[in-house]
């Protein structure tokens, strides 16, 4: 095995990563090979003046600067229709409450598709644990973030009292068919359909 | 504020894809300021990285480790610009991986009694291209060859080829005290 070789392999037998059958040939050229340990030992200071050259200290607020415009950008259509609110409200006490629901009128966005936000107002007589949460949404619909999921599936509890879930969605075209909110929780279920042609303008 | 609220959070637009993003741009951040070598460009190759993951942001949330991913989107965008500038035209045709191997040094004993960071910056200025990036991202940043492979789309055996000519050039560099401006063209033509 040539000094090059050898070389090369350091790392690797250092790490422990190297296969018995290459390892045992490069620890006897080491041990042999005044050259090489002599490479090894400056490989060392090489890596750690490598790894001491700091980087300046990073700002602050760079993470915050470059996610900001990738927001202002997918908030701008929500913004449009922010006055664009379907709110379905469900007294949750038991899950025997009665649904109700009202859409205001809609706007279209550029490309054909729209963007509501269904805000679910479940109201809990008592603090309720691992509620179980379904979204079915029928073809051309989608929560925004989440393109091409049909279905999204939560857990989480309800504080006794008023709680919102407020969900962004895009009505694309020839959306049609039903948005199915199911919630589970001790073995009794309450289902919400929302016709899409309730959402679309 | 109630718990349902949360659940807004994890459908909100941006919101997985902010969550997924963040813990990785210190990093990504130490790894631009090591490829431009200015805290400016670091900053705008870090927005414009971000830009171009975005719309691919199903994907990163798919990802187990999104870190190597990221780190691959940014080192295509800095390339790109580059290219864009007409100055890494020739930068990779210089590395051919089936070259034979520079002659190992000899000398029985270390060459290098300390290592001073500006004498390692000169030095790292005079390797091509492709050289310097595999000795920062791995020696200076601890990325892993496999991470690297991945990064850059190169197989494994060309990076060790690359780790071991850059870490031989930057030995005998430092060790002689002399850097060859002529090399550093060569490599950021």
């Known amino acids: 095995m040539d000094c090059n ?10 790490g422990h990563r190297l296969p018995a059958d290459i390892m045992g040939p490069v620890e ?9 340990r002599a490479f090894e030992t400056d490989l060392g200071l090489l890596r750690h003046g490598l790894a001491t050259m700091t980087p300046p200290t990073m700002p602050a607020d760079l993470a915050e600067r470059s996610l900001r415009p990738l927001r202002r950008r997918h908030h701008m259509p929500t913004a449009l229709a922010a006055s664009v609110m379907l709110t379905v409200a469900v007294l949750a006490g038991l899950f025997l409450g009665i649904p109700r629901q009202a859409a205001d009128p809609g706007v279209a966005g550029p490309d054909g598709w729209q963007t509501r936000t269904i805000q679910l107002a479940l109201d809990a007589p008592e603090p309720m644990d691992a509620v179980r949460f379904r979204l079915e949404l029928p073809e051309s619909v989608e929560v925004q ?22 969900i962004p969605i895009v009505l694309m075209d020839g959306a049609n068919g039903e948005l199915l909110a199911r919630l589970e929780h001790g073995g009794r279920i309450r289902e919400l359909r929302v016709p899409t042609s309730s959402l679309a303008r | 504020m109630s718990t349902v609220v949360r659940f807004w959070h994890h459908l909100r637009p941006n919101a997985a ?4 993003v963040r813990p990785h741009v210190p990093r990504l951040y130490r790894l631009a300021w090591r490829l431009t070598g200015s805290q400016e460009d670091a900053e705008d190759l870090i927005q414009e990285t971000l830009l171009r993951a975005y719309p ?5 949330l798919e990802l187990d480790a999104p870190g190597p991913w990221l780190a691959r989107v940014l080192h295509n965008t800095w390339v790109d610009r ?33 290592v001073e960071s500006a004498a390692l910056e000169q030095a790292l200025a005079t390797l091509p291209e492709p050289q310097r990036v595999v000795v920062l991202m791995h020696d200076a940043e601890g990325y892993t060859l496999e991470e690297i492979s991945r ?3 190169v197989p494994v055996g060309t990076l060790k080829s690359r780790l071991h000519r850059a870490r031989e050039a930057l030995r005998a560099r430092i060790a002689a005290g002399t850097f060859s401006s002529a090399a550093a063209c060569q490599g950021m033509r």
């Open chain 2, 56 to 60: 691919k942001r199903d994907q990163v």
């Open chain 1, 28 to 36: 006897d050229h080491l041990r042999h090979c005044r050259a090489c």
């Open chain 1, 5 to 14: 070789t050898v070389r090369q392999h350091i790392d690797a037998l250092r």
């Open chain 2, 151 to 153: 990064i850059l789309d």
């Open chain 1, 145 to 166: 973030g989440h393109p091409g999921r049909r279905t999204l599936e939560w857990t989480d509890n309800l504080a006794a009292g008023p709680n919102r879930l407020s």
């Open chain 2, 82 to 114: 580059w290219r864009r500038k007409g100055v890494m035209r020739d930068a990779y045709s210089l590395d051919d991986p089936d070259s034979p191997l520079p002659e190992a040094s000899t000398s029985d004993e270390p060459l290098l009694v300390a």
């Open chain 2, 17 to 20: 894809f902010e969550r997924c």
